[in-house]
Structure formats: C-alpha cells, structure tokens
C-alpha cells in the first residue's frame, strides 16, 4: 500500500532508505537517535520534500522529484501522531480532535460528531472538554491518537508515541496503542528507539543507522540474527563478526584480522557472524577445567542488574556481556576489575553469513 | 551601588509625588468636565483607540510577513518599521507633513482626486498616532510569532489544514497574548502622542487637541486642569502596567 524509497539529504544527514508497508501492516522504524528515523517520517507526512526516490501511496505518487510530482502534507491523507504530541493547547480535546475532519470539509456538527466517537474509542470521553494542559501524558498520547486518526489516513506515522511516558503509563498506553493500530486498516509507520515497543506493535521491522537500513525483516528475523553491533546491543547479546572456515571463525574488527579464534558448532565458510547469548558465557575464577573449547581470561568491567539476573560487562580477547545468577556473583566473588575466565561452548554460539 | 539605586528610584517616584500633591483634589471632576477637558478627553479616547485599531489591522500582516517570509531587503523594511521607536516624533510630524499635507508627496492627489485634508483633521490626529503606535504592535507580535513552536502550525497542515486556515486557527490563536500585549503598548503610545500630532494636525479644540496638547496648554492658563488631566494619564498608565505584569515585571 506504501511503496516508499526515501532519499534527502539535510545537514549531515544523508538518508537513503526504502519502506514497503502493506494495508493493515504496522512497520517499525527502529534505529538510534540522529539515524533519521524523524527526518523519514517528516518526508512520508510532505513535511520535507524528497531530493531522490518517490512515495507512493494507494496508488497516488505524493513525492516524485524526476516527474516533479510533489503533494503538500495539507493533501495527503496521512495522520501524524507527533512526539510531543503537539496538541493545540488553545482547543479543546473534542475541538483538537475535530480539527482534522473540519479541515477536510466537513460540516461542524458532523465533525464534531464524528470527533466524539474517537474521543470516546480512546476513552477520553470525560474529558472531551479539557484543554491539553489539564491532560496527563498517556492521556494527551490517547488524544494526539485520536486527533490523527478521525482525520481518516490511509497512512498513520507514530513518532516515539511512547518515549514521553514513565514506565508505569507506558505498559498501558501501549496495549491500548495496539488496540487501535490492530483495528486500523491503513498502514502504520512506527519510529521507536525502543525493541519492546517494535515487539508489542509491529509486524516487521527496518532499522535505520546513520541515514541506512542495516536490517529488514520480522522481529523474529531481527532477534534470532542481528546483523549490527547496534541491533546486538539493543538485544543485549554478544556478536562478534569473522572469517569462517570449517568450525571457526576468526575475529576480525573493521575487516582486521585478530589472532581470537573462535570456536563454533556448524560449518562456517567466508564472512560470518556468532551470536552468543549472554546466559551461555559461563565464568570461573581459575582456567576452567570444561570441555567448552572457547575460554577467554577477562577482566570485569562493570555490573547491571536485570531483573533477577546479572549482566556481566567483560573486557579481554573478545568484549562480551554474560549474564549469571547473583548468587554466582557472591559464590565467585565477582568485583569490577578482577580477572575472570570465560567460557562459550561452541555448540551454543548460533552462526550466520554477513 | 545602593545609593546610586535609591537616587535613581527617588528620580522616577519624586515626579509622582509632586503630581499629586499639586493636584486640587476638591476641584478634580470639575476640572476634568470642562467642555475641553471633556473634548480632549472624548478625542483622545477615539483617536487612540482608531489609531490602535489600524496598528492591529496592518501590523498584524506585516509582523506576519517579517517573522515568517524570507526576502531580499527584510532587514531594510524591519529597521524602517522601527523608526518610529527612536525618531524624535516632531521629526515624525514634519516627516508626515511632506508625505500627507495638501503640497505632500501623496497628500497632494488625496486632496486633487478625493478632496480629503488629513492636516489640521481628526483623521489627521489617527495618522500621527498611528505613526508612531504601530511599531510597538509589530514588534511585539513580531517576537510572538518568532517564539512560537511552529511545529504546530507542521501538525495542523498533516490535519488538511490550508495556510490560511493554519493561521487562522492555530497562529492567531497562539499568538493572541502577544498580540493584546501589542494592543495595550501602542494604545498607551498612542494616547500619550504629542510632538507628531501637533507638528501634523495642530492644536484645534474639538477637532485635534487630545488629551496630552490639552494639558500642555492648560499648564499656562489653568494649571489645576493641567494636573488633574495628567493624573487621568498617569491612571491609565498604571492600569497598563499592572495589566501587564506578569509579561514585564517577571514573576521573581
């Protein structure tokens, strides 16, 4: 239903990136702060205007610099739920609402009808006569939703609908969020920073580092292969890129070759990810005595809690991240600094072609 | 540091004073309903007010265009608009005269083609007033307009709205603190016009002694007028700046 091959160039930005998104199918843009992601989605609303590529929506060209075919974003039938929202603090939520449909044409009574119902679908019908000020911010994120979506899109685009919330609203806000994009019949752009929120909204997801897509796919391509150290580390699991031949690989860094030898259970022929989870790095404070074949000596470099597992910052041959029980923590007397062995049964390290 | 301070204080809150211990409070209204205190006072009113409204009615566009069109020559028209601020204002009501009066610039075909004489006229008093008024309303909205997030202005158009229907309905509104603030500082200018409007439109009672030339004038033959006629002055402008305090005098 999008058919979108985004090219600008602002600043030191140069974005490059294609999106496909099917009627009905929600699309996360995932990708850390400055990639682009905002600068995608200003381009998809005709906010920006596009220097290669085209967008297609429906069927309806909306930018096309060759033909030059450009829509203003006043044309488009695309809904934007901003950041910040960016209700208008001077209307009321049933006014901020009817905005869209009154701008379209449609006469008072009937957008403000049609304004009343998304304001009761989103469960704001109590405080249809508030302003924005007065709002809570999941409730303000329920309004910015329901002010885009009476406006009828055929193409909704989220930008971090979730980042200005704490933690308590956020698991809420984001059923909820689900809900309505399950029943929307457009196609949905999500921008997000955050894997839980692509995992709990999106079919599929693009990831967008420093203006390019790094990875495409569906989130259980995404997690069971990532494909970058930014993917990994939003994962939190431990990927080391290589040579491979036969059942090892060599580390390489930036296509240096490093003396690490790396152990791993399949066959392994040319350019070659490993992927260690970090519950499978196991640590001793003597050279194991295991038949796990890779064993690396360490130094720890930090602690994070999780839940009720601790995440183990490791520097030495290779940097990885192990995750171990607290009480392995006291039992091994684990301080930052201290030297440890480290050791990955080659069965345990999943491997893939980069 | 201290003394310089309370010198300087005494310097603004003895003028004050002296005001109001010279005013002749037993004779205060009827000195304010004589027939041209009455008028003065009836025309001031209107005159600020109309030269208010037409500083609204144009600079509202023009703040418009200066906070938000880019062109060659921007910073020219902007330094023009603000002329008014620090011209001498009888240089403003000789300024006017070359443009306005019957030999003037475009006075001349105003009077050949429509018979209209702005010197000497009420309307003329409007125009000096308005001279030196509309700055304050442009650059007050002006730097509204510039602090305003636009990003609201970026939502209402991904709603459908169309330029003239974003500033109708989402600029204007969001500015409207500025633009009361503009109102109120040039209506107060306009009201306290003197130099500009003598020079153009002359001191005839009933037609163009306002408030501020009627006092200048009664302070030779009636003083207790004269005071009683500032004090009306010096409420309004208090009115002002109480009205405006949380946009002047900062919450500290």
Known sequence: ??????????????????????????????????????????????????????????????????????????????????????????????????????????????????????????????????????????????????????????????????????????????????????????ATVLITHDPLDALALADRVVVLEAGRVTQAGTLADVTTRPRTPYVAELLGVNLLRGHGSDHTVVVSDDGVRSDVTVAVGGPVDGDTLALIRPNAVSLHRSPPDTSARNQWRCTIDGFDLLGDRVRVRLTGPVDLVAEITPESVSRLGLIEGAEVWASVKATEIATYSA | MLAAAAVAVAFFALPLLGLIRDASWSTFLADLSTPDSLSALRLSLICSLSATGLSVLFGMPLAWVLARVRFPGRALVRGLVLLPLVLPPVVGGVALLTAFSRRGLLGEHLYDWFGVQLTFSTAGVVLAEAFVALPFFVITVEAGLRSMDRRYEEAATTLGARPFTVFRRVTLPMVAPSMIAGAVLSWARALGEFGATITFAGNIVGRTQTLPLAIYQELVTDPDVAVALSLVLLAVSLTVIVSMRDRWLGAS
């Open chain 1, 1 to 186: 239903m999008l058919a979108a091959d985004i090219g600008l160039t602002i600043g030191s930005l140069d974005l490059s990136v294609e999106l496909e998104v099917d009627r009905g199918e929600v699309l996360a843009l995932l990708g850390p702060n400055g990639a682009g992601k905002t600068t995608a989605l200003r381009a998809l609303a005709g906010l920006e205007q596009l220097d290669r590529g085209s967008i297609v929506l429906a069927g309806t060209v909306l930018d096309d610099p060759t033909t030059p075919t450009f829509v203003p974003p006043a044309d488009r039938p695309v809904g934007v739920v901003f950041q910040d929202y960016l209700l208008f603090p001077h209307l009321s939520v049933l006014d901020n609402v009817a905005f869209g449909p009154r701008c379209r044409g449609v006469p008072k009574t009937t957008a403000e009808i049609t304004a009343r119902r998304w304001v009761d679908s989103v469960g704001l019908g109590s405080l249809a006569g508030s302003r924005p000020a007065e709002l809570s911010g999941g409730q303000a994120q329920r309004a910015a939703l329901a002010r885009a979506l009476a406006a009828d899109p055929q193409l909704l685009l989220l930008d971090e609908p979730l980042a200005a919330l704490d933690a308590g609203t956020r698991s809420t806000v984001r059923r909820d969020l689900k809900r309505h994009l399950d029943q929307f019949d457009g």
